[in-house]
Protein backbone atom coordinates (compact mmCIF):
# COMPACT_ATOMS: atom_id res chain seq x y z
CA UNK A 1 0.00 0.00 0.00
CA UNK A 2 1.09 3.54 -0.72
CA UNK A 3 0.95 6.35 0.81
CA UNK A 4 -1.28 7.93 -1.91
CA UNK A 5 -4.48 5.38 -1.25
CA UNK A 6 -4.36 5.63 2.67
CA UNK A 7 -7.24 7.17 4.54
CA UNK A 8 -7.63 9.19 7.67
CA UNK A 9 -9.12 11.40 9.99
CA UNK A 10 -7.77 14.49 10.78
CA UNK A 11 -8.77 15.54 13.93
CA UNK A 12 -8.01 19.87 14.47
CA UNK A 13 -11.02 21.80 14.60
CA UNK A 14 -13.39 19.72 13.22
CA UNK A 15 -12.52 16.05 12.32
CA UNK A 16 -11.99 15.90 8.40
CA UNK A 17 -11.70 12.43 6.52
CA UNK A 18 -8.24 12.23 4.47
CA UNK A 19 -7.18 9.87 1.57
CA UNK A 20 -3.56 10.18 0.87
CA UNK A 21 -1.84 13.50 1.95
CA UNK A 22 -5.15 15.59 1.50
CA UNK A 23 -8.10 16.55 3.02
CA UNK A 24 -11.19 15.06 0.83
CA UNK A 25 -14.49 15.37 0.62
CA UNK A 26 -17.23 12.62 -0.27
CA UNK A 27 -14.47 9.64 -0.92
CA UNK A 28 -14.20 7.61 2.30
CA UNK A 29 -16.34 5.25 4.07
CA UNK A 30 -16.50 5.18 8.24
CA UNK A 31 -16.71 1.35 8.39
CA UNK A 32 -17.48 -1.33 5.99
CA UNK A 33 -20.68 -3.42 6.12
CA UNK A 34 -18.35 -6.21 7.60
CA UNK A 35 -16.34 -3.93 10.15
CA UNK A 36 -19.21 -1.45 11.88
CA UNK A 37 -18.93 1.30 14.49
CA UNK A 38 -21.46 0.38 17.01
CA UNK A 39 -23.15 3.90 18.47
CA UNK A 40 -23.18 7.33 17.20
CA UNK A 41 -23.90 9.83 19.75
CA UNK A 42 -25.03 13.24 18.49
CA UNK A 43 -26.03 16.59 20.08
CA UNK A 44 -27.29 17.95 17.37
CA UNK A 45 -28.16 16.99 14.13
CA UNK A 46 -26.63 14.66 11.19
CA UNK A 47 -26.92 14.84 7.35
CA UNK A 48 -28.74 12.28 4.99
CA UNK A 49 -28.02 13.09 1.43
CA UNK A 50 -26.85 16.44 1.09
CA UNK A 51 -25.84 19.07 3.02
CA UNK A 52 -28.66 21.47 2.80
CA UNK A 53 -31.04 22.29 5.96
CA UNK A 54 -33.73 20.69 4.03
CA UNK A 55 -31.75 17.39 5.14
CA UNK A 56 -30.76 17.46 8.62
CA UNK A 57 -32.43 15.16 10.32
CA UNK A 58 -32.11 16.60 14.16
CA UNK A 59 -34.88 14.70 15.98
CA UNK A 60 -35.83 11.12 16.22
CA UNK A 61 -38.33 9.59 18.99
CA UNK A 62 -40.14 6.43 19.82
CA UNK A 63 -42.38 5.97 22.59
CA UNK A 64 -45.64 5.12 23.88
CA UNK A 65 -49.19 7.70 24.23
CA UNK A 66 -52.21 7.52 26.29
CA UNK A 67 -55.23 7.90 24.48
CA UNK A 68 -58.43 9.71 26.29
CA UNK A 69 -61.48 10.63 25.51
CA UNK A 70 -62.49 14.72 25.03
CA UNK A 71 -65.66 14.49 23.73
CA UNK A 72 -68.80 12.18 22.01
CA UNK A 73 -67.66 8.66 23.17
CA UNK A 74 -66.96 6.09 26.32
CA UNK A 75 -63.70 5.18 26.19
CA UNK A 76 -63.86 1.10 27.56
CA UNK A 77 -60.06 0.27 27.26
CA UNK A 78 -56.74 1.24 25.69
CA UNK A 79 -54.77 -1.16 24.07
CA UNK A 80 -50.80 -0.65 23.13
CA UNK A 81 -50.83 2.70 21.61
CA UNK A 82 -47.09 3.98 20.31
CA UNK A 83 -45.51 6.63 18.49
CA UNK A 84 -42.49 7.31 16.31
CA UNK A 85 -41.21 10.76 15.97
CA UNK A 86 -39.09 11.85 12.64
CA UNK A 87 -37.86 15.44 12.22
CA UNK A 88 -41.53 17.63 12.72
CA UNK A 89 -43.46 14.47 11.32
CA UNK A 90 -45.39 11.94 13.91
CA UNK A 91 -46.47 8.51 12.91
CA UNK A 92 -49.02 6.92 15.77
CA UNK A 93 -50.57 3.75 16.20
CA UNK A 94 -52.87 2.30 18.82
CA UNK A 95 -56.15 0.66 19.67
CA UNK A 96 -58.49 2.04 22.06
CA UNK A 97 -62.29 -0.12 22.60
CA UNK A 98 -65.36 2.54 23.09
CA UNK A 99 -68.91 3.11 23.08
CA UNK A 100 -69.66 5.12 19.88
CA UNK A 101 -72.51 6.81 18.49
CA UNK A 102 -73.58 7.65 15.14
CA UNK A 103 -73.71 11.19 14.16
CA UNK A 104 -72.04 12.27 17.58
CA UNK A 105 -68.14 13.94 16.80
CA UNK A 106 -66.24 12.20 18.98
CA UNK A 107 -62.83 13.60 20.05
CA UNK A 108 -59.50 11.05 20.96
CA UNK A 109 -56.97 13.42 22.78
CA UNK A 110 -53.66 12.22 24.15
CA UNK A 111 -51.45 12.25 21.06
CA UNK A 112 -48.01 12.55 21.92
CA UNK A 113 -47.82 16.02 19.89
CA UNK A 114 -49.75 19.22 19.15
CA UNK A 115 -50.49 18.85 15.97
CA UNK A 116 -48.64 21.57 13.96
CA UNK A 117 -51.68 22.42 11.10
CA UNK A 118 -55.49 22.01 12.04
CA UNK A 119 -57.64 18.86 9.47
CA UNK A 120 -55.01 17.01 8.47
CA UNK A 121 -56.48 13.22 7.47
CA UNK A 122 -56.07 10.41 9.45
CA UNK A 123 -57.12 6.55 9.00
CA UNK A 124 -59.22 5.56 11.89
CA UNK A 125 -60.79 2.15 11.17
CA UNK A 126 -63.41 0.84 13.40
CA UNK A 127 -63.62 -3.53 14.01
CA UNK A 128 -67.20 -4.40 14.68
CA UNK A 129 -66.80 -7.91 15.08
CA UNK A 130 -66.69 -9.06 11.69
CA UNK A 131 -65.53 -6.14 8.97
CA UNK A 132 -63.17 -3.56 9.55
CA UNK A 133 -64.83 0.07 8.61
CA UNK A 134 -62.94 2.97 7.78
CA UNK A 135 -64.63 6.45 9.36
CA UNK A 136 -64.71 9.07 6.82
CA UNK A 137 -63.73 12.56 7.48
CA UNK A 138 -61.09 11.60 10.38
CA UNK A 139 -58.88 14.55 11.01
CA UNK A 140 -56.52 16.31 13.33
CA UNK A 141 -58.30 19.06 15.68
CA UNK A 142 -56.28 22.28 14.86
CA UNK A 143 -53.22 22.59 16.82
CA UNK A 144 -54.35 20.41 19.74
CA UNK A 145 -52.93 16.86 20.64
CA UNK A 146 -56.34 15.27 19.70
CA UNK A 147 -57.75 13.37 16.90
CA UNK A 148 -61.64 14.09 15.33
CA UNK A 149 -64.05 11.47 13.96
CA UNK A 150 -67.59 10.58 13.07
CA UNK A 151 -68.82 7.66 13.91
CA UNK A 152 -71.17 6.13 11.32
CA UNK A 153 -72.48 3.40 13.59
CA UNK A 154 -74.08 3.03 16.97
CA UNK A 155 -72.61 0.21 18.84
CA UNK A 156 -71.21 -0.72 22.44
CA UNK A 157 -67.75 -1.94 22.76
CA UNK A 158 -66.32 -1.83 19.30
CA UNK A 159 -62.62 -1.87 18.53
CA UNK A 160 -61.36 1.29 17.15
CA UNK A 161 -58.27 1.25 15.18
CA UNK A 162 -55.67 4.35 15.12
CA UNK A 163 -53.13 5.39 12.40
CA UNK A 164 -52.22 8.90 12.10
CA UNK A 165 -49.67 11.22 10.48
CA UNK A 166 -49.27 14.51 11.28
CA UNK A 167 -46.85 17.01 11.71
CA UNK A 168 -45.63 19.04 14.76
CA UNK A 169 -45.75 22.40 15.03
Do not use: M
Request: with cysteine; net charge negative; hydrophobic share 30%.
Amino acid sequence: STASNRTGLSFGGSITPRLGQASVDNQVDLGTSSFRFKDLYLSGGVYLGGTGAANKLDDYEEGTWTPSVSSGFTLDSTQAAVYRKVGDVVHVFGGITGDVSDGTEAILAGLPFSCGAGNEPVIITFNNGSTFEYIPRSRTNGSQPQLKFNPQVTANNIQILIQATYRTS
